[in-house]
């Protein structure tokens, strides 16, 4: 424990001082008692505080949490309010860097002075947590809300179009069936591509382990995810090397292409096109390019947060505003990134960049 310069401690057959506490009925407390308070307590760091609000003394694990020397902190105004009970506080560290800290506050006389020992307790990382979870559980509620919000239309869509058919008493020509089916098929294939990032939304929120690189030679790899999109594929413009080799997982690979264009198909207009080269050894850079008005320029910084989603989509109802988020949070986790860029045409590109296989 530090002392202060000059500070003594009492013999112990020192009396009490007329008119101290002894003197009021109150029993009169020496350092020594002070001392055996500031050793019992459950706390970290320990400071002993006049009644002027200096710091007298301070404990090693005091020096450490408030990351200054015990020569900077005796002498010097704690700063903090000394009432007796518990609360928490800020500790403001040196280069702006905060603590926060639990404090107990118990008041005792020293020589008839009030002396005010604060136990401090760091619980910094507890009110981390704390605040990880509470948002972790907003992103849920509202990750249920969008759920809840997005499921409901195309699933009243496809339970109408379903009763229409088995309407025996309906007289539909098979024109009408067959639009019908298609439509059926639509909304199913919305529902599927939302399902899927709602799952992969959820996979990222719960620290899903790392992403696992592979070499994946990359234009076999963009025809099969092509295959996955049906009549759309024909709208899709595919411009690849053969030669080129991404070192990057495959599962989070297909997301990330996947969600580019739904995207394009989604808010641009044919044709779309791909278009994958090679920056130099290190990178590869897949780019998604629609015909359509582009993204306004307001809207640009918004585009790749959770939930957003651009003017206009909210009331045609499509979309969760998850899928830009889920390729940037994909991309990163893959050493690499995504961006936006107006194209020279006047539509949208969104170019991401991946590892480039070793020697490849």
């Given at each position: 424990m530090r002392r202060p310069h000059g500070w003594t401690p009492m013999a112990d057959n020192t009396p009490p001082r007329p008119g101290g506490a002894a003197a009021d009925g109150n029993h009169g407390t020496g350092p020594d008692d002070i001392r055996e308070v500031i050793v019992s307590a459950t706390a970290d760091g320990i400071l002993a505080v006049d009644a002027n609000g200096r710091i007298l003394f301070c404990n090693p694990a005091a020096e450490e949490l408030f990351d200054r020397s015990a020569d900077e902190l005796v002498g010097r105004e704690f700063g903090f309010p000394l009432v007796v009970g518990e609360t928490t506080i800020d500790l403001m560290l040196p280069e702006r860097r905060v603590r926060v800290v639990e404090m107990r506050v118990t008041t005792a006389l020293l020589e008839s002075e009030t002396l005010h020992v604060a136990a401090l307790r760091d619980i910094t990382r507890r009110r981390q947590a704390q605040r990880a979870l509470e948002a972790a559980l907003e992103r849920q509620n509202v990750i249920v809300a969008v759920a809840a919000h997005q499921l409901h239309n195309p699933l009243a869509a496809?339970?109408?179009?379903?009763?229409?058919?088995?309407?025996?008493?309906?007289?539909?020509?098979e024109q009408t069936r067959t639009e019908a089916m298609n439509r059926i098929a639509e909304r199913i294939a919305h529902l599927q591509a939302l399902v899927r990032k709602l799952l992969t939304a959820a996979r990222i929120d719960a620290g899903a382990p790392h992403a696992v690189p592979e070499d994946i030679r990359v234009l076999p790899f963009l025809i099969e995810r092509l295959g996955d999109v049906t009549e759309e594929a024909e709208a899709v413009r595919l411009s690849c090397s053969p030669d080129l080799v991404a070192r990057v997982d495959r599962l989070a690979f297909s997301e990330?292409?996947?969600?580019?264009?739904?995207?394009?198909?989604?808010?641009?207009?044919?044709?779309?096109?791909?278009?994958?080269?090679?920056r130099d050894q290190r990178w590869l850079e897949v780019s998604v390019c629609d015909h359509g008005d582009g993204v306004p320029a307001d809207f640009v910084p918004r585009l790749?947060?959770?939930?957003?989603r651009g003017p206009g989509t909210e009331r045609q109802g499509e979309g969760a505003g998850l899928g830009l988020w889920v390729v940037r949070a994909l991309a990163r986790a893959n050493g690499g990134d995504v961006w936006y860029e107006p194209a020279p045409h006047g539509?949208?590109?969104?170019?991401?960049?991946?590892?480039r296989a070793p020697g490849r």
């Amino acid at each position: 424990m530090r002392r202060p310069h000059g500070w003594t401690p009492m013999a112990d057959n020192t009396p009490p001082r007329p008119g101290g506490a002894a003197a009021d009925g109150n029993h009169g407390t020496g350092p020594d008692d002070i001392r055996e308070v500031i050793v019992s307590a459950t706390a970290d760091g320990i400071l002993a505080v006049d009644a002027n609000g200096r710091i007298l003394f301070c404990n090693p694990a005091a020096e450490e949490l408030f990351d200054r020397s015990a020569d900077e902190l005796v002498g010097r105004e704690f700063g903090f309010p000394l009432v007796v009970g518990e609360t928490t506080i800020d500790l403001m560290l040196p280069e702006r860097r905060v603590r926060v800290v639990e404090m107990r506050v118990t008041t005792a006389l020293l020589e008839s002075e009030t002396l005010h020992v604060a136990a401090l307790r760091d619980i910094t990382r507890r009110r981390q947590a704390q605040r990880a979870l509470e948002a972790a559980l907003e992103r849920q509620n509202v990750i249920v809300a969008v759920a809840a919000h997005q499921l409901h239309n195309p699933l009243a869509a496809v339970a109408v179009l379903v009763d229409t058919l088995r309407d025996r008493r309906a007289e539909l020509s098979e024109q009408t069936r067959t639009e019908a089916m298609n439509r059926i098929a639509e909304r199913i294939a919305h529902l599927q591509a939302l399902v899927r990032k709602l799952l992969t939304a959820a996979r990222i929120d719960a620290g899903a382990p790392h992403a696992v690189p592979e070499d994946i030679r990359v234009l076999p790899f963009l025809i099969e995810r092509l295959g996955d999109v049906t009549e759309e594929a024909e709208a899709v413009r595919l411009s690849c090397s053969p030669d080129l080799v991404a070192r990057v997982d495959r599962l989070a690979f297909s997301e990330m292409f996947t969600n580019c264009l739904e995207n394009a198909f989604t808010h641009g207009r044919p044709p779309v096109v791909t278009r994958v080269v090679a920056r130099d050894q290190r990178w590869l850079e897949v780019s998604v390019c629609d015909h359509g008005d582009g993204v306004p320029a307001d809207f640009v910084p918004r585009l790749f947060e959770r939930f957003s989603r651009g003017p206009g989509t909210e009331r045609q109802g499509e979309g969760a505003g998850l899928g830009l988020w889920v390729v940037r949070a994909l991309a990163r986790a893959n050493g690499g990134d995504v961006w936006y860029e107006p194209a020279p045409h006047g539509g949208s590109c969104f170019r991401l960049r991946l590892p480039r296989a070793p020697g490849r």
